[in-house]
């Protein structure tokens, strides 16, 4: 028999070359060949870890498709809310409504999602996440197919119901759905990672509606978004683990006394500011018409709008956890000056650079605000999320309600000053809410 060399542990292949060398055998050889195969048998080792590696990163990639469905699916519930801006030129031909009527749309939209938000919470509290995400979506898609064949505007009224009743209860669940499905201690990125489509579904998505209404109509690209929250829902069904939902305890929506001063004051700020920014965003139709543009270019100018509103929110989400309340107060500055540049300025150019120059500026927002919340409230990240949806929904359907208002009794170029005036009321408010108790400005956390 030929003697058995030595192994070491650090070598795994030393035992393979142990086994051959122990064997039965008349001939010496056996040890020679072990040794002198000895770094083939390395690399044949090393080979077999290949599929370690290969299975971590598939799981990587995995990971990443599940955030990007999060990200799409709150996406297209953004653009679905935000569609009426983007389709009011063709609507208000096809439906035979005014721009004010139309404008409702938004309101009456935002009005269900805070009324249906909590109950709908509370609801599907017990179902798994995933459920409740893919029932969502196809909650939207009966919204939307229902709009593309409603032949009046109370038809779409209701319609557009179905999808904001549906529309709390995607945007409760998502926030601690990324986190469970992020890596160990990256449960913030993974979290603004998802709600970069909210944010982009803000700004991008009624210039990809007025695009389409531009050349094939409003009904049809209602029908595009229906099909999209369908195929959206088809895929998480498919690709998103069951994420059951926490088990134990009665749901409640109580934020503990130490949080709630900078909690509820950034709720209050998001709204304030939510309903400056709509009040003139949602007629943003007849704003830019009155300087000239409309038609083929209005499609083109909310492309820049929402092109510009995308580029700063993916900048933003890079250094709101370091800078915050700075990265947060230079976008809203910008924002103020945009929109006086907007009333004040005379001609189609400024008033084309003013309104992308808006659009990048508000994009920061969405992002910078949930971001913030979700840091404010470790620990109650489920009772916090609905709260601000809420918030953020009575921005919405208060803006849209008093730019009805205002528009039926001055011109539409004087929306944007209201805007204005109202964002610098809340500029300092936000600037205080986003500092620590030493009064400096605070770092976003992970959620929790």
């Known amino acids: ?50 599929p370690q590696r290969t299975g971590a990163g598939e799981d990587d990639r995995l990971r990443t498709t599940r955030l990007f469905l999060l990200a799409a699916g709150l996406f297209v519930f953004l653009t679905a809310e935000m569609y009426p801006v983007g389709a009011m030129p063709d609507m208000t031909l096809d439906l035979g409504e005014s721009e004010s009527a139309v404008g409702r749309l938004v309101t009456w939209y935002a009005i269900g999602v805070g009324v249906a938000t909590i109950p709908v919470v509370m609801a599907t509290r017990a179902l798994s996440r995933r459920l409740v995400i893919v029932g969502s979506l196809l909650a939207l898609f009966v919204s939307m197919a229902l709009s593309a064949i409603a032949p009046n505007l109370l038809v779409v009224t209701i319609a557009r119901l179905i999808g904001a009743i549906a529309h709390g209860g995607i945007f409760a669940v998502v926030p601690v759905a990324a986190a469970s499905l992020a890596r160990k201690g990256a449960e913030a990125k993974a979290v603004g990672g998802a709600f970069l489509g909210a944010s982009v579904g803000v700004v991008a998505g009624p210039p990809f509606v007025a695009a389409v209404s531009e050349h094939v109509g409003w009904r049809f690209a209602s029908g595009v978004i229906a099909v999209i929250a ?56 007849p704003i830019l018409e009155a300087r000239g543009i409309s038609g083929t270019a209005y499609a083109v100018e909310l492309f820049c709008y929402g092109l510009a509103g995308a580029l700063t929110t993916a900048f933003a989400s890079r250094h709101l956890d370091a800078h915050p309340r700075r990265v947060t107060t230079i976008a809203l500055t910008c924002m103020i000056l945009a929109l006086l540049a907007l009333t004040f300025l005379p001609g189609t150019a400024t008033g084309a650079v003013a309104a992308v120059v808006w659009g990048g500026a508000f994009g920061v927002l969405p992002v910078a605000m949930q971001t913030r919340v979700l840091a404010t409230t470790p620990g109650h990240n489920d009772a916090a999320t609905p709260i601000y949806v809420v918030a953020f929904q009575i921005g919405i359907s208060l803006g849209a309600y008093i730019g009805s208002v205002l528009i039926l009794t001055m011109a539409a170029t004087r929306l944007p000053l209201f805007a204005a005036v109202v964002t610098a009321f809340g500029l300092p408010l936000l600037a205080w809410g986003m500092r620590d108790r030493h009064g400096s400005e605070a770092s976003t956390t992970r959620p929790e």
């Not at 292949?13 to 001939?27: D, H, K, L, N, T």
């Not at 926490?246 to 500011?273: E, Q, W």
Request: glycine share 2%.
């Open 1 to 50: 028999m030929c003697p058995r060399p030595p192994t070491a542990p650090s070598r795994p292949w030393a035992a393979w070359s142990s086994r051959c060398c122990s064997s039965s055998s008349s001939r010496c050889s056996c040890s020679c060949a072990c040794s002198a195969d000895d770094a083939a048998l390395r690399r044949r080792a090393e080979r077999r870890r290949l």
């Open 230 to 285: 369908l195929l959206v829902a088809m895929a998480s069904q498919l690709k998103l683990p069951p994420l059951e939902a926490r088990s134990g305890g009665a749901f409640s929506l109580r934020i503990p006394v130490s949080m709630r001063v900078p909690f509820y004051t950034l709720c209050g700020v998001t709204a304030l500011i939510v309903t400056a920014h709509n009040a003139a965003w949602a007629f943003i139709a």
